[in-house]
């Protein structure tokens, strides 16, 4: 059999930047893979579109540019706020931060730069800007139950629920890997 539309999928991988090469996230445990829905927007379209087609039992490496995954980098999406709306945090460069929307949905932001006043922030997603390498094992591809369906059709595939690994899913912006 092979990935299609609406398939359940469920695979193993390992993420890296290809800039650093280090790892950004993985999933090797083949006793708990991640798996999603295929064509539901629960994983980034670069990966999808990767999968699609292909043999279970196949492996491959593909690289992933960020058209196909968290986008460029938006410059209007850092900005500069008052450092009071901080208090009470101590702040680090780097560091990651949440909070709420304007349209009341988790947000998450990266500390850019502290100033005496002011803080920079960045609200982008941590892998926007990356060129990702992913090394994936098709693990199993299926028609999905009714009750998977359900079970899927709210989930990324993370650990939250009864699944584990992580996607990057491309409407999950709440965490490096994606997740919520």
């Known amino acids: ?3 299609e539309n609406n398939h359940l999928v469920s695979i193993c ?3 890296t930047n290809k800039d650093d090469g280090n790892i950004l996230d993985k999933n090797d ?9 295929m064509g539901k927007n629960q ?13 279970i039992g196949s492996n491959f490496k593909i690289e992933i540019h960020p058209k196909d995954a968290y ?3 938006n410059k209007d999406f850092i900005q500069e706020v008052s450092k009071e709306q901080f208090s009470g945090i101590e702040l680090v460069k780097g560091m ?4 709420q929307s304007e349209d009341g949905s988790t947000a998450q932001v990266i500390v850019e730069e502290i100033g005496e006043n002011s803080v920079i922030i960045d609200y982008n997603h941590p892998l926007a800007g990356k060129v990702l390498i992913f090394e994936v094992e098709i693990l199993a591809s299926k028609f999905p139950t009714e009750e998977e369906i359900l079970e899927f059709s709210h989930s990324c595939g993370c650990s939250h629920n009864s699944h ?3 996607c990057g899913g491309a409407n999950h912006t709440n965490s490096s890997c994606g997740c919520h």
């Open 1 to 3: 059999m092979i990935v």
């Open 13 to 15: 991988y390992i993420v």
């Open 29 to 37: 445990n083949k006793d708990k893979p991640f798996s999603f829905i």
């Open 43 to 55: 994983v980034i379209s670069g990966l999808e579109n990767a999968l699609l087609g292909k043999k």
């Open 71 to 73: 986008g460029e980098k």
């Open 96 to 99: 990651t931060l949440y909070g």
């Open 164 to 166: 584990s690994g992580c």
